[in-house]
Nanobody, 125 residues
């Protein structure tokens, strides 16, 4: 199973970006997919998660600005990022697991079996 993320780039504060992550490989049905990020010099942190295509949750720092969605037919998860701020600058990683994680469990990286490579988002002030 491989996760391929893309969509990062350089954007000015207030701008938008959309990240995509496709899961491919042997027969794989992700129960929960999520986005994490690692800001420069900081630890990895949870951004948003989705179970199925209905249940979603977000970090407080991005709620109201970011939207996670998924296309189950394509095994793809998206992260629409609006009103970006310089503090959103980070390497963004997608993650997946076959488990259907409850909300409180989605923020823990240890609950995910599969990870994509990072895609860099840089927000200039």
């Amino acid at each position: 199973v491989q996760l391929q993320a893309c969509g990062g780039g350089l954007v000015q504060a207030g701008g938008s970006l959309r990240l995509s992550c496709v899961a491919s490989g042997r027969t794989f049905t992700p129960g929960t997919m999520a986005w994490f990020r690692r800001p420069p010099g900081k630890e990895r942190e949870f951004v948003a998660g989705t179970r199925g295509s209905i249940s979603t949750n977000y970090a407080d720092s991005v709620r109201g600005r970011f939207t996670i969605s998924r296309d189950n037919a394509k095994n793809t998860v998206y992260l629409q990022m609006n009103n970006l701020k310089p503090e959103d600058t980070a390497d963004y990683y997608c993650a997946a697991t076959t488990s259907n994680l409850i909300t409180s469990a989605r923020a823990s990286p240890k609950n995910y079996n599969y990870w994509g490579q990072g895609t860099l988002v840089t927000v200039s002030s």
